[in-house]
């Protein structure tokens, strides 16, 4: 039996060369989302790989979560704050810090060809093929589908509406199939394909513009959904106004057309394993972040700390991962990094360069290989959550426009394909993401083991620490939607550990560091 489980792992670790990397954008978690949005691929990984409960992104926006995924770093070392150039989103500090410690790079260095595909940062500026890809389809701004700009391996292309010729789902699944199918390299390769879906626009194929007409988001049966104004929430939450029915008719539409849009990645999905050898491929698939449909008064949204925007789908297949396993394993958006590297390592397949050291990149991995979380699950059951947040430095007479925070106005014009956004024409709702003490850091303790007789250590909590000095502390055993915060009543004992703990770790550099709180147990609580 000894020889046969061996013989198992040699031949794996002999064929697991190509590695495949599926990121979307803007993409929950809830089981509806699975089911209806990538059934393909949910029922792929549900018979051929790992499926994990407890997939979370360490800052819940989309450039710094990127930043994060590319570099298996957390926010505070990649430096990306938030998706504006000047706080590190492409420019300057992403040419320092992001680019040259990317997985790219990491996997070029150890014998790899390399291909990114589609979204690679919100203000990605086409001037140039980022180091550490070989192969280069980069959509020039932030997630679009139509009128776009791509840099192709160094010369930009326009693209206009016609769906044929310009719809990018197609142009990213196009361009990455015909790299992982090349047979001129005999090196092993890493694809990375980027996903605008399902960003707004969220516009689906033409093909897709009439499905789940009537499906509502599952979010309207939460307690939290449009619960507004509880004194308990940090001032950005609480403030929020109740939906209107302009702004609760594009919540639901929203959900709809964010369902018809992610079709033709999950129909891609099935083309693409038809192309590639998916027994013999490491395949991950994610999005950077989660996202919310009206909990307590937000539409459409991500930038907060709860469940909904921070919880994400995290999938993984290919010879190292076990088949038809369902986890609770904590994994995140830090991991993907150190996974492919890993992968790359275990393998043997490639070349790596000659004297490479890790000590060269800049950047060590905050974050833990999947591959090692298989062996060990329960390295890691604490990790940070942290954001800085966005606002408008000037104040204006727009009633909708305010000095530190992120707000603007959405009519029927926000969509330009169907189904359109339904709401009279001159009417309008102001809509907002974001204010600039919506900066935290946090400490998410993630413990499955709940239930009658659970000892008096359990934890399972989110606390966290905003710019303005507030505290948030939720028990998720008691209270998975976040509803009641429990900082007041907290003991003064117990939250001085609580302090102590993210102390720890919101400097943290590189894998020791970033993974100690493990080793830092409670001690004996407090009842409250």
Not at 152 to 173: A, F, T, V
Request: proline share 6%; net charge neutral.
């Amino acid at each position: 039996m000894l020889s046969l489980i061996l013989l198992y792992l040699l031949l794996a670790l002999a064929s697991s060369q190509n590695i495949l990397i599926i990121l979307l954008d803007d993409v929950d978690d809830m089981a509806p989302t699975r089911s209806k949005g990538f059934p393909n691929i949910t029922s792929f990984f549900e018979k051929n790989g790992v499926m994990y409960n407890n997939a979370f992104v360490t800052t819940p926006i989309c450039c710094p979560s990127r930043g994060s995924i590319y570099t298996g770093t957390y926010q505070h070392n990649h430096r990306t704050l938030d998706n504006t150039v000047v706080n590190g989103c492409d420019g300057p500090n992403w040419d320092k810090n992001v680019a040259p410690n990317s997985l790219g790079r990491r996997l070029q260095d150890l014998g790899y060809r390399t291909g990114m595909y589609g979204k690679y940062s919100n203000n990605y500026r086409g001037d140039k093929v980022p180091v550490g890809w070989d192969d280069w389809l980069g959509l020039v701004g932030n997630s679009q589908y139509y009128n776009y700009t791509v840099n192709r391996n160094g010369k930009k292309e326009k693209h206009g509406q016609d769906y044929k010729k310009d719809y990018l789902p197609s142009l990213i699944l196009d361009a990455g199939i015909k790299f992982m199918t090349d047979t001129k390299s005999k090196k092993p390769w890493c694809a990375f394909l980027s996903f605008p879906t399902a960003h707004e626009t969220f516009d689906a194929a033409p093909q897709h513009q009439k499905l789940f007409s009537g499906s509502k988001p599952p979010n309207l049966a939460y307690p939290s959904f449009n619960k507004t104004g509880d004194p308990s929430k940090h001032w950005y939450t609480r403030s929020r106004p109740p939906l209107n029915k302009h702004s609760a008719r594009y919540n639901e539409q929203g959900w709809i057309r964010r369902l018809q849009s992610l079709q033709s990645v999950d129909e891609g999905f099935v083309r693409i394993l038809s192309h590639i050898d998916k027994e013999n491929t490491t395949i991950l698939f994610t999005s950077d972040n989660g996202f919310y449909f009206g909990e307590w008064g937000m539409v459409l949204d991500k930038r907060q700390p709860y469940e909904v925007t921070i919880r994400v789908p995290m999938f993984a297949s290919g010879p190292h991962f076990p088949k038809g396993s369902t986890q609770d394993t904590v994994v995140l958006n830090i991991d993907v990094a150190p996974t492919a590297v890993d992968v790359a390592k275990k393998s043997g397949v490639g070349k790596p360069r000659p004297g490479l050291s890790d000590g060269e990149y800049g950047l060590q991995m905050d974050g833990i290989s999947m591959l090692s979380l298989l062996e060990a699950p329960k390295v890691r059951n604490s990790f940070l959550i942290e954001y800085h947040g966005m606002g408008n430095g000037i104040d204006s007479n727009d009633s909708c426009a305010h000095i530190n925070m992120r707000c603007w106005y959405k009519d029927n014009q926000v969509w330009s394909t169907e189904p359109k956004f339904d709401i009279p024409d001159g009417e309008k709702f102001c809509f907002c993401v974001d204010s600039k003490n919506n900066t935290f850091t946090c400490e998410r303790r993630v413990n499955n083991a709940g239930g009658p007789g659970v000892s008096e250590d359990y934890t399972n909590f989110l606390y966290c620490e905003f710019s303005s000095g507030f505290n948030e502390y939720y028990d998720l055993h008691k209270d998975p939607f976040q509803m009641k915060n429990m900082w007041k009543v907290v003991p003064e004992d117990q939250k001085l550990q609580f302090r102590q703990r993210i102390g720890r770790i919101r400097e943290c550099r590189g894998f020791e560091e970033c993974n100690q709180l493990e080793n830092y147990e409670f001690g004996k609580p407090s009842q409250f």
